[in-house]
């Protein structure tokens, strides 16, 4: 039968404000070539982490393996 399935539930409402999408999807090249014409970095890069990866990982830094991957610039 399986694991019995958990019930999860909201702890609250959470209310957002309107936010724009793009209706045009950028591609991984498209968006390679964006950081390259515009020397763009992300929070992670320059501050050398991501905050959500650091909340959602316990362990010592000397503990997880491999950096973090290349610039997609280069």
């Given at each position: 039968r399986g694991l019995p399935r958990r019930r999860?539930?909201?702890v609250h409402v959470v209310r957002l404000s309107a936010l724009a999408v793009d209706p045009t999807a950028v591609t991984?090249?498209?968006?390679?070539?964006f950081v390259a014409s515009?020397?763009?970095?992300?929070?992670?890069e320059r501050y050398g982490s991501s905050a959500v990866f650091h909340l959602a990982v316990?362990?010592?830094p000397d503990d997880i393996l491999g950096g973090r991957p290349a610039h997609p610039g280069g």
């Amino acid at each position: 039968r399986g694991l019995p399935r958990r019930r999860e539930t909201s702890v609250h409402v959470v209310r957002l404000s309107a936010l724009a999408v793009d209706p045009t999807a950028v591609t991984n090249a498209e968006f390679a070539d964006f950081v390259a014409s515009t020397d763009y970095r992300t929070d992670a890069e320059r501050y050398g982490s991501s905050a959500v990866f650091h909340l959602a990982v316990t362990a010592k830094p000397d503990d997880i393996l491999g950096g973090r991957p290349a610039h997609p610039g280069g």
